[in-house]
């Protein structure tokens, strides 16, 4: 199955905001809010940065925020810090035959 | 603490079979379904294989069914891959990972490598 379509790469200067999009189709960004946001630093395991769209797990900062619009979701980044230069991925649920598809990555560079 | 350990990779030549292992600690193991997720080298991530909290259901992603089996058990604690007739792009890092409500994954192991080589 497909994978989310997101940009290969953004980038952003200290102190500004950046998003990212994650598209997909009605059978699962549009159909249901199980959209989550992951980060990946080089060499490291994935970690949650936001679930169902828009909720922060405990322990990531506000400047981490999420939406969604039809079959795009988004993820903000506020205040860029030199910490957030990372890999992002999103995931969500989907209803074809494995529940769940991730999009293809996108490199935050702060300049 | 909630953590995953992953183990059981390394280097295989193509057509070989390998037997990831995870195991779970911090958590009631057997209340969570749990995933397989792989990352090849400089490339993304990829759903691998998912498997419900008491083992009855299971799901794979296409390029590996028929090759790669999951399972767990819940009496150690532990999640598994069974993996043959490896590929060259079955190399990657397996990361294990608990599935929360939603299709949440969190948190995830450290990921073991497995090199599909000759």
């Known amino acids: 199955q497909s994978a989310l379509t997101q940009p290969a790469s953004v980038s952003g200067s200290p102190g500004q905001s950046i998003t990212i999009s994650c598209t997909g189709t009605s059978s699962d960004v549009g159909g249901y809010n199980y959209v989550s946001w992951y980060q990946q630093h080089p060499g490291k395991a994935p970690k949650l940065m936001i679930y169902d769209v828009s909720n922060r797990p405990s322990g990531v900062s506000n400047r981490f925020s999420g939406s969604k619009s039809g079959n795009t979701a988004s993820l903000t980044i506020s205040g860029l810090q030199a910490e957030d230069e990372a890999d992002y991925y999103c995931?969500?649920?989907?209803?074809?035959?494995?529940?769940?598809?991730f999009g293809g990555g996108t490199k935050l560079t702060v300049l | 603490e909630v953590q995953l350990v992953e183990s059981g990779g390394g280097l295989v030549q193509p057509g070989g079979s390998l037997r990831l292992s995870c195991a779970a600690s911090?958590?009631?193991?057997?209340?969570?379904?749990m995933h397989w997720v792989r990352q090849a080298p400089g490339k993304g991530l990829e759903y691998v294989s998912a498997?419900?909290?008491?083992?009855?259901?299971?799901y794979y992603a296409n390029s590996v069914k028929g090759r790669f089996t999951i399972s767990r058990d819940n009496s150690k604690n532990t999640l598994y891959l069974q993996m043959g007739s490896l590929r060259a792009e079955d190399m990657a890092v397996y990361y294990c990972?608990?599935?929360?409500?939603?299709?949440?994954?969190?948190?995830w192991g450290q990921g073991t490598l497995v090199t599909v080589s000759s």
């Open positions: 911090g958590f009631t193991f057997s209340s969570y379904a």
């Open positions: 990972a608990r599935v929360l409500p939603s299709y949440v994954i969190d948190p």
């Open positions: 498997i419900s909290s008491n083992g009855g259901s299971t």
């Open positions: 995931s969500s649920y989907t209803s074809s035959s494995t529940p769940l598809v």
